[in-house]
């Protein structure tokens, strides 16, 4: 009888464009996040890749079908999806193009729910992951700082900072979801996971990361209240640093001269990477489309053999933003960044600050980690055309508009 | 909430690229101007020269070759002895003469040599032509001369065609189009910071 009921459960499911996209997006959270664990020891990544293509093709039938577009809109739409299929085809690397299908499939899905099901996903993941590893049923990678002699864990993630990076874009989600709730004891909450993932991981950068959630979101909690000025002016001005930071670091980038003392100290600082990014612009120089580039980094069971043996060999552009210029080339980084900034701004046009926030944030991680384009950690590049993030005409209740308002 | 219309928008962001294009030429204009009036040339004349020994029936060609090529640096190092630059001294025209003793003499002077050929290059660097150009020539023919008398079993020295005024390097430092590169990079960032944060507060704070 049970089973009975869950059929027609099921066979009575709606086949809306919203619960296509939530399907769709679950089956790619699920199969992105293994593909960057150590489960690909057991299962090849091409074959989650094909799992991906389907879920992409399924996202095409849903922008050219279900919904409502004018026909230039279908054009733009189509020419930017050409552009990412373009560089996926040069730089056999297919995580733009994901995140670009989903982005422009988003159109009347709600962007709460989007959220909320990344956030399932990917807590429920992570702690599979994470006692799997501890069990050894899948490798738990191991890095050791020369320098220092601590061991960074990868608890079944292809490496410690990506692991990390899962964790701050997790709490991101759950400042979003919680936005009116969040107060100090989620602020310690937060402490005291940016403390014991350094203890596990070492990724000092990231962590600094989790840290600045605090006060970022604290300004734009206060900003919320137009009594608080300062907050306010601070809060209005984080769109601006989407265009700001990242060309600030591209320059120290170009720019990057080793025999300067300031520069190396910066260097050090961010480990490395105004080094690699400064050869990566010298060995690849920036073109309009994409082009590939040839990495070696340390993820995943390869890595770690680079690691241990041939570390000569590291080459890898861990900015997204200086891999965005160098990889996929100007126009998808303007298409990007202008997403990334027309999200920011259109929440500041209502006074609404959570959003710049977890740009900013965002923003300031994709600096130095090259998660920025990921589905798999970076779910909020789907506010670009998702419902509920602007509230438009087509709301049906004034109380429906207001909560909306609230809210974001 | 207060609603702007596309053209309100596009006011809104041709104001701020038009502050932001401001900043950058001017930046730019400075940093280049400051580059051009620190702007110095240095000339660098450049002659070479042979030091072998030379063949007869009982030496063995390729070990002599060897050996030639391994008194190289001893040579280079001789050519930084005051006593060469002070004979050098003597064949530098008096104007010259007077300005460059025999320390400056050295101190604009160095040598270079290519790991399998026995040329040695002597390289002048002054901030004319002329004088770089005098300065080599004279080297040249003073080690031509001096060094039999400091190394008895030294090589003779061939001296390879003058420095002239054709074959002048010359670098000019520093470069005032890089400079107005960087100060319209800076510029831009400026004008960014300014125009967005006025941007900012008029329009994203009630």
Partial sequence: MFYLRKVKQINQIQLSGENIYLFALTVTLVVSFLANTTFVQYIAVKNFNRINYLILGILVLKI???????????????????????????????????????????????????????????????????????????RNLSYVRTDSKIMRYALGVLYPTDYAAYVFYLILAYAFINYKRIGKRQYLLFTVIAVALYAVTNARLDTILILLIIPILL???????????????????YWSLTLILPYAFGLMTVYFNP?????????????????????????????????????????????????KDNQARYFFIDSSFIRLLVVYGVVLSIIVIGIMVIISVRAELRQSYLLPAIILLITLSSLIDQHLLEISFNPFLLAFLANGVVVTSSCKSATERDVLSEKV | ??????????????????????????????????????????????????????????????????????????????????AV?????????????????ADDILESVTSSSKPTSLIITIHAKTDDAKTSIAIVNAMGKAFQKKLPQIDKNAGSVSLLSKANEENVDTI?????????????????????????????????TK
């Fill in chain 1, 64 to 138: 050219f079908i279900l919904d409502n577009y004018r026909w230039y809109e279908l054009a733009g739409i189509f020419f930017v999806l050409a552009i990412g299929v373009y560089s996926w085809r040069v730089t056999n690397n297919n995580v733009l193009m994901i995140m670009l299908t989903f982005i422009f499939a988003a159109k009347g899905v709600h962007f709460d729910k989007i959220i909320h099901q990344y956030f399932k996903v990917n807590l429920t993941l992570i702690l599979l992951v994470s006692v799997y590893a501890l069990l050894g049923i899948i």
């Fill in chain 1, 219 to 237: 300004v734009a909690k206060r900003a919320g209240n137009s009594t608080h000025r300062i907050s306010r002016i601070l809060a209005a001005n």
């Fill in chain 1, 259 to 307: 025999a300067n003392s300031i520069f190396w100290h910066l260097n050090d600082l961010l480990s490395g990477r105004l080094l690699y990014g400064n050869i990566a612009f010298q060995q690849h120089p920036v073109k309009l489309l994409s082009q590939k580039v040839v990495e070696h980094g340390w993820g995943g069971i390869q890595g770690l053999k680079m690691f």
């Fill in chain 2, 1 to 82: 909430m207060k609603k702007y219309s596309v053209s309100e928008i596009k006011k809104i962001i041709g104001k701020n690229l038009l502050v932001i294009i401001l900043f950058g030429l001017v930046f730019g204009a400075a940093f280049g101007l400051v580059a051009k009036h620190r702007q110095s040339t240095d000339y660098i004349a450049s002659r070479n020269m042979i030091v072998s020994h030379s063949f007869n029936k009982a030496t063995n060609k390729s070990s002599l070759v060897e050996a030639d090529r391994e008194l190289i640096p001893t040579y280079q190092s001789i050519l930084k002895d005051e």
């Fill in chain 2, 85 to 101: 630059a002070k004979a050098a001294r003597q064949y530098l025209p008096k104007k010259i003469r007077k300005d460059y003793k």
């Fill in chain 2, 172 to 204: 000019t430092k520093p470069s005032a189009k890089k400079y107005a590169v960087v100060g319209a990079a800076l510029g831009v960032l400026v004008g960014m910071i300014l125009s967005f944060s006025v941007t900012s507060v008029r329009h994203f």
